[in-house]
């Protein structure tokens, strides 16, 4: 039964240009969307190729939109822990620019979408390239080969549990040594990268440290901490205390929204417009610039491995709650001259 967290009424501004729906309002439509959204997961699976994964009830769904200005709203299962998998990408990144800079992070891995499935191993294969992004297996890795030198992971679960506001995550030992022991995919790219010299450090320590990030437990709530942080140019709106500079956070949220869904990131742009980063443990980081940021659980995924309800749900809610990248509510309106001019261009034989 979907839960709405009911704080104090009236509109969630988030300034004078960005305003999401009032609250009343806001409630209803997640209320419907969530309807919508669970209609879907008969349609995906969870991630048996980890077996501790394929324990999740793939039922379980939930949200929460945690706005700059303004209480979060939270519905479903937005308290539940899951293990971050790919989303932690994210954290990797924000890391790595932070401490090596641009031009170490980019000489190992790319900015491009990759067009291949999350674990693929082609792009590496049948070229001389190194990983097209960071936020894909190969990318991750590539990360970690340059984060291992710097820092532990105690490091990095430390910096994990202050930008998402969460001092209860930890590492899931059940899920990290089910992925350790199915990790033969991981380890082949590991290998390619080291034979490439894109990683310099030691192979398995790499992919341990690589595994026990994407082992980090997390919530929907700890997720919309992270994007709220992300949306307001790096900077925590409770504190005021900067974790990154304005660049990377842009950068961050640019790849989020170019290669942040794997294979499926062009389709998403298109239909939702809220750069959003996926993980196989059912999480979607999401990031609506200026408004909101936005944690999704929902552990049942599509053929992609991204989470077939939750990227209904922020379908559904991206443009009704103003989250949309490119939401202008004038450019929402129809006009008569508008479609004046579709019926001029047709009677044309244009189109």
């Known amino acids: 039964m979907t839960e709405i967290n009911k704080m104090n009424p009236g509109e969630m501004v988030i300034d004078k240009q960005y305003k999401l729906q009032e609250r009343s309002k ?10 919508l959204a669970r209609e879907q997961i008969p349609n995906g699976k969870v991630a048996t190729y980890i077996p501790e994964l394929g324990k999740m009830d793939p039922h379980q769904l939930g949200i929460v939109i945690n706005p700059l200005k303004g209480d979060k709203l939270c519905a479903g299962d937005y308290d539940v822990r899951f293990t971050m998998q790919s989303v932690c990408k994210v954290i990797m990144l924000i890391v790595a620019l932070e401490i090596c800079g641009r031009r170490k992070v980019f000489a190992k ?4 979408p990759s067009g291949e499935a999350f674990d693929s191993l082609v792009e590496l294969d049948v070229s001389d390239s190194k990983p097209y992004n960071p936020l894909i297996n190969s990318g991750g890795l590539a990360l970690c080969g340059l984060l291992l030198p710097e820092l532990s992971f105690q490091d990095i679960l430390r910096f994990t549990r202050n930008i998402c506001s969460d001092p209860d995550a930890e590492m899931n030992e059940a899920a990290y040594d089910s992925e350790m022991k199915n990790c033969s995919r991981n380890r082949s790219i590991a290998y390619l990268l080291e034979s490439k010299g894109i ?7 790499t992919l ?13 709530e700890s997720l919309s901490n992270l994007g709220a942080i992300l949306a307001n140019d790096g900077v925590c709106g409770d504190t005021g205390k ?3 500079s304005s660049r990377t956070a842009r950068i961050a949220k640019t790849l989020m929204l170019t290669c942040g869904m794997y294979d499926g990131s062009g389709s998403f742009a298109i239909k939702v417009g809220i750069p959003t980063k996926s993980g196989v443990g059912g999480g979607l980081l999401s990031v609506s610039d200026k408004r909101a940021g936005i944690g999704v659980f929902g552990p049942a995924l599509d053929t992609q491995g991204n989470s077939i309800a939750g990227c209904k749900l922020l379908r559904e809610i991206s443009n009704d709650l103003r989250l949309n990248l490119f939401y202008d509510p004038e450019w929402n309106k129809e006009t008569e001259e508008e479609n004046e001019l579709i019926r001029s261009i047709r009677e044309s034989h244009v189109i």
């Not at 891995?109 to 491009?112: A, D």
């Not at 341990?208 to 929907?220: E, G, H, L, P």
């Open 199 to 205: 990683i310099t450090t030691d192979v398995e320590d």
């Open 26 to 35: 806001a409630e209803e439509i997640i209320r419907k969307a969530m309807d």
């Open 242 to 244: 900067r974790f990154m």
């Open 208 to 220: 341990r440290f690589y595994t026990k990030m994407c082992s980090m437990s997390t919530t929907a």
């Open 109 to 112: 891995v790319g900015m491009e």
